[in-house]
């Protein structure tokens, strides 16, 4: 006998058989009857067939998947003062942050020379490390004697109202806490008397400070005297972040400018004025005001935004209304900044993202094994990539598959699961569908 391939086989056999029709009660027990007896016959005839259908490999099951889309955060800019100038220079956030050749990400204003006030103290200690250096940041280095004429600047300056600290006669101090005391309290005295023991005249410092000052590629920075008092001692933002960068490499300078306080022999407890460092980050670098509108802060920070390195910065704000509100608008643009990195969850654990079905009729859920979230910056595009296979087993919690999530420079991942029973085919099944056997 033939060894029928499927039911419609069983179903022709029946056709053929012969006997009544089958349209009435009687022949159709008749027929079933003979059916029954076909059936019979085949196994007994056909036990090799039975083993087989039993034991054979069954079909791989239809993975049915989709990765769904994920909508990318909220959009976020810096927020830059609207009066004045201001830049922000980041380095770090690679695939995340676009920025121009210079590193800047956001400035505002036209970028014309401003009077630096104070900042320009950053450039007399610069120039005057330049010529005496330092061999670390701890190093006192030579000893300054300050002259009666030195002593004399603490009255000069007192009657210009300008910030001043006490210099008593036959001072010697380090050229360390010399620098230490024009920095932190922004000292005009200590600038002029540092600037004249490093050149021996002040005329001869600004030379001096001219000549490096073109060396460094700032040209359009314009310096006339050591302290910034007169408005004449301009730059731009451009300049002052190159100034930004050469003082935050500069070892003595950065330990100083990160500095809140220190106790100076003969001028006392000197403190910093930059009230922000710590804030956000911040760890300099140099303040200054000549008042009616002109504040300024040029500053680094390290940022933490929650990626994998801080954000390296250097900001520069110029033209600042008051003091405080100077400081208001680097603590706006830094928060900005960091609030625009955020967490975008791309899966939760049990999101169902496709079905699993077999030849015999069961069906179960794919879902995700675990939930993830993507820190991002702004609205960065969130890409999803998933593959999946069939399963080896039909058990519940196998793992089917992969998918992962990437926006910008980083990516997260979770394992696609089945979840429900696949249940077994029946041995009816097997026998009646040997044609999807293995």
């Known amino acids: 006998m033939t060894t029928p391939d499927t039911l419609d086989d069983f179903a022709g056999l029946l056709d053929d058989a012969p006997g009544p029709t089958r349209s009435d009660g009687r022949a159709g027990r008749i027929a079933l009857l003979v059916f029954l ?11 090799g067939y039975v083993w087989w259908a039993s034991a054979a490999a069954l079909p791989a099951p239809t993975v049915t998947s989709r990765a769904p889309a994920v909508a990318p955060g909220p959009a976020a800019a810096v927020a830059m003062p609207g009066t004045g100038q201001a830049v922000l220079a980041v380095s770090g956030g690679d695939g995340f942050l676009t920025t121009d050749g210079n590193g ?18 950053l450039i007399t200690a610069l120039v005057v490390l330049d010529a005496h250096p330092l061999a670390s940041a701890t190093d006192p280095g030579p000893t300054i004697a300050f002259s009666e004429a030195d002593t004399d600047l603490y009255d000069q300056f007192y009657v210009r109202d300008a910030v001043i600290s006490r210099m008593p006669d036959g001072l010697r101090l380090s050229l360390h806490d010399s620098l230490a005391t024009m920095l932190l309290p922004s000292s005009a005295n200590y600038a002029v008397a540092v600037a004249r023991w490093g050149f021996g005249s002040e005329d001869a410092f ?7 000052l073109s060396a460094h590629g700032l040209e359009n920075t314009r310096i006339v005297d050591a302290t910034g008092l007169d408005a004449r001692n301009t730059s731009t933002v451009g300049d002052l972040l190159t100034l930004g960068r050469l003082a935050a490499a500069d070892p003595t300078i950065a330990a100083l400018a990160n500095t ?3 106790s100076v022999e003969g001028a006392g407890t000197v403190t910093n004025t930059n009230d922000l460092l710590g804030t956000l980050g911040i760890s300099g670098l140099k303040t200054g005001n000549l008042g009616d509108g002109t504040f300024n802060l040029l500053f680094t920070s ?24 100077t400081d208001s608008d680097v603590v ?9 990195f955020h967490d975008v969850t791309v899966g939760t654990v049990g999101d169902e993202i496709g079905e699993i079905s077999t030849a015999w009729g069961s069906q179960a859920s794919l879902v995700l094994a675990r939930g993830e979230k993507l820190r991002t910056w702004s609205d960065t595009p969130v890409t999803v990539d998933l593959a999946t296979s069939a399963p080896q087993t039909y058990a519940e919690g196998e793992v089917v598959g ?19 029973e696949l249940g077994e085919p029946t041995l009816w099944w097997r026998l009646t569908h040997p044609g999807q056997l293995g």
């Open 402 to 420: 992969r998918i992962t999530w990437t926006a910008g420079p980083r990516s997260a991942s979770s394992n696609v699961k089945i979840s429900g």
């Open 37 to 47: 007896a076909i059936v019979l016959a085949v196994l007994g005839t056909g036990g």
């Open 206 to 212: 600004v030379r001096a400070a001219r000549s490096w």
């Open 104 to 121: 800047v990400l956001a400035a505002s204003g036209d970028g014309s020379p401003l009077p630096m006030a104070s900042v320009t103290k």
């Open 332 to 340: 706006r643009m830094l928060q900005s900044l960091k609030d625009g």
């Open 260 to 262: 809140r306080s220190i």
């Open 302 to 325: 390290t940022l933490d935004v929650g990626i994998d390195a801080p954000l390296q910065i250097v900001g520069v704000r110029l033209g600042g209304e008051t003091h405080d509100s």
